[in-house]
């Protein structure tokens, strides 16, 4: 039987589980999402470090009843590969249960990188129109853009540049 799920507020594709199943915290994955960003992540979202647990492939379809049973090898988090969607079950290295607490912490403040620059910048829009091409959809809550329109969708560094390298040099 599934444990715990999260609000379906979010649609996700990707969903982390514990060992006794409940979920803690996932993803939507619109074809770019690596192992190597998803651990700068978890370093933030999870108050364990990313080296005191592992990942593992959930083998059972769909929503898990048993992922603890059923799971594959450890996933290699640093590596650059392409996050498939699915359920990854959240253990010790060695497989066994680990908690792992939640951060309660609202995340950092974004700190700009550089000044704000208009909706026209030319480089402001050039970016905008790559990422809006390449997701199509909103990477936090899965939303499509309704009709094409683009209009609601804007583009931000979900970590923001500034912070970056404390996390990437954070362990």
Known sequence: MPGYRLSSRYERNIHFVNSENDELGGAWQAGSLTWAEMTQRMEILFELPTTNFALFPCLEDGDPNDPLSHHGPPIKLQKPNIIKPGFYVLLSPDGEPV???????????RALSRPLSSPNDPLSLKLRNRVRERDGRCVITGRKAKSGDFLALEVAHIFPVAQLEMVLYSH
């Open 99 to 109: 908690d792992i607490p939640v951060n309660p912490e609202m995340p950092l403040p």
